[in-house]
């Protein structure tokens, strides 16, 4: 399969809300009341823990199937802290993003915990949304101006 190509376009229908597309999907950004949202939908750092879970999934899944370990079920749990002064200018001791994250598998097997050890080291090697969260990746940020038109 090689490299692979995803992407995202969204429009912004509020300062805190945005209506984009995946592919076919339609997805809403939105943040809670008390961050200045309307709360019609998870805010971007709520859709990053979704991304790591649903990325642990599909992973872990498959090195299950790999190594031959039957997965009855997967639990996910994953939760972070992050200090919103940065967010909102208060102050910049902090970086503006989870200073750490916890995440909890939960599987449903009776797989060895000398083969679940393993399982669970291959699947942060090899989960993308890990490899993402625990490296620089290089990010290019460019402006491409709209003119907006004039009322006549």
Known sequence: MGNAKF???????????????????????????????????????????????????????????????????????????????????ISNQERAGYQSLLVRLSPETDALPEALEKWLHIVESRCPVNDNLLNTTPIKVVLAPRLVAEAV
Do not use: M, W
């Open 7 to 89: 992407s995202f376009l969204g429009q912004s229908e509020s300062p805190a809300r945005l209506q984009g597309k995946i592919r076919q999907f339609s997805v809403v950004i939105d943040e809670p009341l008390e961050l200045g949202g309307t709360d019609l939908a998870p805010n971007p750092v709520e859709y990053l823990l979704a991304a790591y879970a649903g990325c642990l999934n599909v992973v872990g899944h498959l090195i299950a199937q790999e190594q031959g370990i039957v997965l009855k079920g997967l639990e996910i749990a994953i939760e972070g802290h992050l200090n919103t002064d940065t967010l909102f200018g």
